[in-house]
């Protein structure tokens, strides 16, 4: 491998790849990048390690092509930092498997209800707001994301610091007061209103759900991971299935209703289950810069602020490509189902379709997810965004007026979505220490919503003139996001292609 120039960490230590070339081993076949760098090691006797902020330091055994700059915290280490060394992670017990079925029942709720928005927005255009555009329907569901994904921003940095049992409190709130309130809509205005309530709930609950299965399991994170998300399949697979029976035997009103009153059932015991293992310890240094602001929202700003100044780069084309691929993602769910009704389906059997999307999801999350602990986060990721483009390009696109297609293409896109959604917050805690996962995963997902908040009025706009043009959109972002990917494990270890990482 060719020299690489210097990294500078936040502690001012200049370190170059290319120093370490000593430690490179070719004879072994597919060489590990451990998963978190950001832990104290247990040798305090090291050499050639390097100082992260005084604290932290990166094995001396790392191979260079594996040596990155690192997540740093501007904190300092309180005395639960032992605990964030891999071996100390519990990895199992009563304990972790309750969280990470509490993560599960509340992602059943978050993201199923997310993965079955098509049915909703597929009976609401065309029975209940017929007569406006689809442009102007898709602010509603717009709004929605948006905030689905922007109060991450604030509820991923409130959980880093307090813990998770208030935001799920909120979460279970809003998200049934949300559903009630669209059960009982009939007006544009009612259903943003209704989706607004719905988007907070998720927005305060979707970051923290995720992000705490992290801080019990490390060596089996990319499975753990995997099965707690895979609740969003659960509830895609089983909603539209329930929506598509009670809409036609006890009407709009009370198919709403019936999945409000379970969504808040699941929610709850989430609540009662999920407990965070750690919180965020503010050192000195921090507390006196706090003082600087007068409020939190003057310092949201400049932690904002810092984030556009990072120097991390893997992080950087990370969120590029959460920010591409996951775009293309949220615009192939809401829209499927009223681009199959476009190609001659039924509104009933355009439903189904979303249950087998969602159905093959499940396979989709744990299996890549289990392979990933083995063979590599990105190194899976990347490997299934090719898949997803070329469903896209290379079937939906020239062969999507066959009904068969459009099945094989529910199957295919479900299983390589789904595994795209849960391998991010997987790949990100790979490079992120586990007390700041909720902020970094937040701040992604705020990105996220901007492109939620205009790109899908921008679709609607799309398809008032041709459902083509959407796939052909959709294919473009996706492809943005497979390169930004596949940049972002470039510059972790290079092009080399025997690196688990």
């Given at each position: 491998?060719?020299?690489?120039?210097?990294?500078?960490?936040?502690?001012?230590?200049?370190?170059?790849?290319?120093?370490?070339q000593n430690f490179q081993s070719e004879s072994i076949p597919l060489r590990e990048l451990p998963h978190d760098l950001n832990f104290p090691s247990k040798d305090k006797n090291l050499s050639n390690t390097r100082s992260i902020n005084e604290t932290a330091s990166i094995p001396p055994s790392l191979p260079s092509s594996s040596i990155m700059e690192v997540t740093h915290s501007n904190e300092s280490i309180d005395e639960d930092d032992e605990q964030l060394h891999p071996d100390n992670f519990p990895d199992g017990g009563l304990k972790a498997y309750l969280v990470l079925l509490g993560s599960f029942l509340g992602c059943i709720v978050t993201l199923g209800v997310m993965n079955s928005v098509g049915a909703v927005q597929a009976y609401v255009s065309n029975n209940i707001l017929e007569n406006y555009s689809?442009?102007?329907?898709?602010?509603?569901?717009?709004?929605?994301?948006?905030?689905?994904?922007?109060?991450?921003l604030v509820s991923g940095p409130l959980f880093d610091k307090n813990g998770v049992f208030w935001l799920l409190v909120l979460f279970t709130i809003f998200t049934f007061v949300g559903l009630m309130g669209i059960a009982n809509s009939t007006e544009i205005y009612h259903f943003i209103l209704g989706f607004i309530a719905l988007g907070i709930g998720t927005g305060l609950g979707m970051n923290p759900l995720i992000s705490v299965v992290s801080h019990y399991f490390f060596y089996k994170r990319g499975l753990t991971v995997a099965i707690g998300m895979s609740g969003g399949s659960i509830g895609g697979l089983v909603f539209p299935l329930l929506l598509r029976k009670l809409y036609f035997s006890m009407g709009y009103v009370w198919a709403i209703r019936i999945l409000a009153f379970t969504c808040l059932g699941l929610s709850i015991l989430s609540t009662l289950l999920v407990k965070e293992r750690f919180k965020r310890v503010k050192s000195k240094k921090i507390k006196n810069l706090e003082c600087k602001y007068t409020n939190n929202f003057d310092l949201l700003k400049s932690e904002i602020a810092d984030f556009i100044k990072i120097k991390d780069r893997a992080y950087v084309f990370l969120t590029l490509g959460g920010f591409f691929s996951e775009f293309s993602l949220v615009l192939m769910i809401t829209y499927y189902a009223s681009y199959a009704i476009d190609k001659g389906f039924s509104e009933s059997n355009a439903l189904l379709l979303l249950t087998v999307w969602n159905a093959t999801g499940i396979a989709g999350r744990c299996i890549p997810g289990l392979a990933?602990?083995?063979?590599?986060?990105?190194?899976?990721?990347?490997v299934m965004l090719i898949l997803w483009v070329l469903s896209v390009l290379v079937l939906l696109l020239p062969f999507g007026d066959n009904h068969k297609i459009l099945w094989a293409f529910a199957?295919?896109?479900?299983?390589?979505?789904?595994?795209?959604?849960?391998?991010l917050p997987a790949c990100l805690s790979q490079i992120t220490p586990t007390k700041h996962l909720g902020k970094r995963y937040g701040i992604i997902n705020f990105y996220l919503s901007l492109a939620n908040l205009f790109g899908l009025p921008i679709a609607a706009a799309i398809i008032d003139v041709s459902y083509d043009n959407l796939i052909i959109f959709i294919g473009i972002l996706a492809t943005c996001g497979a390169l930004f990917w596949t940049i972002s494990r470039i510059s972790l270890v290079g092009t080399k292609l025997n690196i688990k990482v």
């Open positions: 491998m060719s020299s690489i120039e210097e990294y500078e960490t936040n502690s001012g230590n200049i370190y170059s790849r290319s120093d370490q689809e442009s102007t329907i898709s602010w509603i569901f717009s709004i929605y994301y948006f905030l689905s994904y922007a109060i991450a990933s602990d083995y063979l590599g986060r990105f190194n899976v990721n990347v199957a295919i896109g479900g299983t390589t979505s789904a595994c795209i959604l849960t391998l």
